[in-house]
């Protein structure tokens, strides 16, 4: 099986709530391919998931390395916001949540909502 095929298999996994086992096959994935992009998006959302904060954020870093575009997408900047918020890392918080207004202004009263909400427990 190819880097696809594992990633794919551990999509398939993770849409069942085989968490562990999915990251295992997004590992695989990696080991064939360190620059799949998707995998490491994939993962993080699985280990954020399960409560390893540091661990998705790193997996986050790894995407932005690797797929600078990543960047502007909301749904990255969301995660790393609502990371970043759990781990007690406010002002990381609400810069990502400031990038995803600019990225995705249809959801912009959320994003600067949860600012101000986030801003109270500073």
Do not use: H, W
């Not at 790894?62 to 781990?87: G, N, R």
Request: aromatic content about 10%; hydrophobic content about 40%.
């Amino acid at each position: 099986m190819d880097s696809e095929g594992y990633l794919n298999k551990g999509l398939r996994l993770a849409n069942k709530l085989k968490f562990d086992e999915a990251i295992e096959f997004y590992d695989k994935a990696l080991e064939l391919d360190p620059s799949n992009a998707a995998a490491y998006l994939n993962k993080g959302l699985l280990l954020k998931a399960k409560g390893k904060l540091k661990q998705a954020i790193e997996c986050y870093d790894k995407v932005i390395q690797l797929a600078p575009d990543y960047t502007a997408e909301p749904v990255l900047l969301s995660e790393f916001s609502s990371t970043y918020e759990k781990m007690g890392e406010y002002k990381k918080a609400i810069a990502c949540y400031e990038k995803a207004i600019t990225a995705d202004p249809a959801n912009a009263d959320f994003y600067r909502t949860t600012i101000l909400k986030i801003k109270r427990k500073l």
